[in-house]
C-alpha cells in the first residue's frame, strides 16, 4: 500500500507498507492482547513486518487506509474459514433427505 503521506523513520523514509497476503496467528494474537488503536497498531505493524513505532507514526489518512486493509484481511480469514463445506456442511435439502431416504430402503 503506497502511502500517501511518507514518513521518515530514523535515517529512513518510508513510502509503503507490504501486507503479507494473509493473517497467521500470531497476528490473532498481536490483536489480542490490547484495546482499540493501540490494537489495530499491532495488528498493522505485525501483517507489515513493520515495527509497532512506524506505524504509529503514520498519517491519519495513510493508518485509515491500512486499518482498512488489515481489518478486511481479518475477516476475509473468517468468511473463510466460516464456510468450510468440510466442516460445516450445509444442510441437505428436502428433496435430497427424501431420495437418501428412498436409497436406504432399497
Known sequence: MKLNHPITFGK???????FRDHPIASDYL?????GGVAQR?????????MDEAVIGRLHGVDYRR???MAEKMMEDD????L???ALFPKPKTPEQEAAEKK???S
Open 12 to 18: 529512513s523514509t518510508i513510502t509503503e507498507l507490504k
Open 103 to 105: 436409497s436406504l430402503e
Open 41 to 49: 497498531i499491532a495488528l498493522i505493524a505485525s501483517l507489515t513486518g
Open 66 to 68: 491500512a486499518e482498512a
Open 78 to 81: 473468517e468468511t473463510e474459514a
Open 30 to 34: 498481536s490483536f489480542d492482547r490490547r
Open 83 to 85: 464456510t468450510d463445506e
